[in-house]
């Protein structure tokens, strides 16, 4: 089968040439995960550190130059080894064998750790539901900026400033919130109630959380009471 | 002389001599001869192969093809196996039911992978044909036991209703009961995805007993262990036999009531399920043991001496599907016992945890290689794994058609020799002169992808993760791969300047996928403008792609040939370059 259209060498081939150049630059502007210390670079070798926070995104560097003067963090005495997360979709071990073997190994086993929990999540307005494994994030920030990416199309100037979520320890702020228009993630937990997210410690979030549901602000006021109440028990 | 023999056949000849002609390819080459040859062929074909949706409208096909009764569908790109696909990219298989059941009242099979089926195209699929026979829904979702209530209630005469790893939501309704008493030709039924409130038992069993044709059960997890021997004496013809929950201690009534029913299943062939079983309880399966070919125990969570006084008994076994429980010490068992091995997969019991839990390495697959010559298909999930092992697993098998390696961490090297796997993957190119499938892992640089361009020409699908060091690797693969059409990669420094080269090649290719590669969205652009018979699609959950600079790279890429044209069913982050979509993407 040859080859018929030479796309990039000659006159594309400048185009694209000449971008190379710029693309070492990108990365600046790039999203990228940045863990505190970390400075500009991005190794692309190290995938430990560039997944965490993002769902789906692990940016890499596109040149090989950058490799050979970085010292893997594993190996830099100055730092110490990023936590061991989750990369998304490796190894290739589908989810439907991996939920089985979860189901099976808590039924048996002490350590739950990798037991997955997938919950779905919709947004009101939202035209398809999305789902999320709890277990990939270790606090409700991460949860959130997931989220925010998530359905960032729909929600691009609806977040507030702080993002999704909001402090709930507040009274007079929570009060705010609900009165607002920005959005709010809500949770079904076992007992089938709607709650909303952030009210407990994270760890019990992730065991009594059956779904999620995004909703606007002051659709949640009926949530309120309830968490009212917690509040001020915590006060 | 032989033309005017072509043409002095009378259509009725030719048409029968078509009929003998089942593959796909060979239709195809068939209907290229020439027009008369394109009409008879056209009339008679009777099975659809559509290896991607959206490749084709149901419209184009329906006219080509008036009278067709069998059709083959895939969706979704295979790496949403592993949620690399975000929910709602598409994949519904509504618009294809909804001109078919206009178009081919006679259809008789569905076969769906990765689709999205919603309730409604099950329930239009009960009304529009009347002599529905075969319904498979691989790796699907969307539907719940309302969709399979509407199947089970009208389709008087099906044969086969298979729904393996789909998921299924609950809708309470006792879809089985569904079954009128009068319906008795199920022949195949595996709905081993089923919750446990999703099959009522008894419906089950007396569907059972009322359908002597049935060959393959694959029940789901929740039926206990006492009612297994029940079901098996009521079908005692099975050939495959998905089995269910064990329970937690051995009780002799219970296991010689099952060790009974199994005796009695002389023709089973084939086992799978074993979920949650105690090994035990294996005995009470050593009289099919020795006729069996095909063993699914990779649900199983039973350690290697368990595992190895099983596969002791299966001399005849072709098929192993495995947790790596095994370990070593097993596969040098199997490679002893069971000469007639053709297909091994290992999949991995703690894919997340850094530390190995079982003693399972390279060693154990060299053993299948020398001891097993039949090998063809292996998938092996290992920690550890050196060049060495590959090139002597090469020479070993070169008969393999389909090789899938993960070596769970990323960027690992040869543990004896710090080096990169190019040389051993290379090996495999080169002695595995059939190969069609190829996964590649572990520390690798430009250099396998030399040796894949160069060697591999038979092959047809590459998965690649984590490897290379520039353009020049995926150049190596699309200028020399010359039967490739499924390519799939992840996570490497692949950019613009090798698709560019290469993009004609994109057009033989059903399909190209690249996520957290560095390919720009200008790149896209000027390939999807290029290039009019190749949908480019940019998956990119951060926002319009347009709206960041141009050398931006994309999240995500999906590139596919079609005839169709755009699609009209994207969600908002997936891009196109068709203009209109521009509007839609702003909120």
Known sequence: ?235 | MPKRLAYSLPDEVLEHVFSFIQSDKDRNVVSAVCKSWYEIERWCRRKIFVGNCYAVSPKMVIRRFPQVESIELKGKPHFADFNLVPDGWGGYVLPWITEMAGAYPWLEEIRLKRMVVMDESLELIAKSFKDFKVLVLASCEGFSTDGLAAIAASCKNLRELDLRESEVDDSSVHWLSHFPETYTSMVSLNISCLGSDEVSFSALERLVSRCPNLRSLKLNRAVPLDKTANILRLAPQLVEFGTCTYSAELRSDVFSNLAGAFSNCKELRSLCGFWDVVPDYFPAIYSVCSRLTSLNLSYATIQSPDLIKLVSHCPSLQRLLVLDYIEDSGLEALASNCKDLQELRVFPSDPFDAEPNASLTEQGLVAVSLGCPKLQAVLYFCRRMSNAALVTIAQNSPNLTRFRLCIIEPNTADYLTGEPFDVGFGAIVVHCKDLIRLSLSGLLTDCVFEYIGKYAKKLEMLSVAFAGDSDLGLHHVLSGCESLRKLEIRDCPFGDKALLTNAAKLETMRSLWMSSCSVSFGACKLLSQKMPRLNVEVIDERGPPDSRPENCTVDKLYMYRSVAGPRFDMPPFVWTKDEDLALRLSP
């Open chain 1, 1 to 235: 089968m040859e080859v018929g259209v030479k796309m990039g060498m000659k006159g594309g081939g400048d185009e694209v040439g000449g971008k190379e150049k710029e693309k070492m630059g990108y990365e600046e502007t790039e999203l990228r995960l940045g863990l505190p210390g970390d400075g500009e670079v991005v190794r692309k070798r190290d995938f430990s550190h560039t997944v965490d926070l993002k769902l789906n995104l692990i940016s890499t560097s596109p040149t090989d130059d950058k490799d050979k003067n970085i010292v893997p963090s594993h190996l830099d005495p100055a730092k110490p080894p990023p936590a061991k997360a989750q990369v998304v979709g490796w190894p290739p071990v589908r989810s439907f064998r991996k939920n089985m073997l979860a189901t099976q190994k808590s039924s048996g086993s002490e350590d739950s750790g990798e037991k997955a929990a997938f919950v779905k999540v919709s947004m009101d307005g939202a035209p398809y539901l999305r789902k999320v494994d709890l277990r990939m994030y270790k606090t409700y920030q991460q949860l959130s900026d997931a989220l925010a990416k998530m359905f960032s199309s729909f929600t691009i100037g609806n977040c507030g400033s702080q993002g999704l979520l909001k402090d709930f320890m507040n009274e007079s702020k929570l009060m705010d919130l609900l009165n607002g228009s920005d959005y709010v993630p809500t949770y079904e937990d076992k007992d089938g109630d709607w709650m909303l997210v952030g009210d407990v410690p994270w760890e019990m979030f992730i065991e009594s959380c059956k779904r999620l549901r995004i909703m606007k602000g002051t659709e949640a006021i009926g949530l309120a009471p309830r968490a009212m109440e917690k509040c001020k028990n915590r006060s």
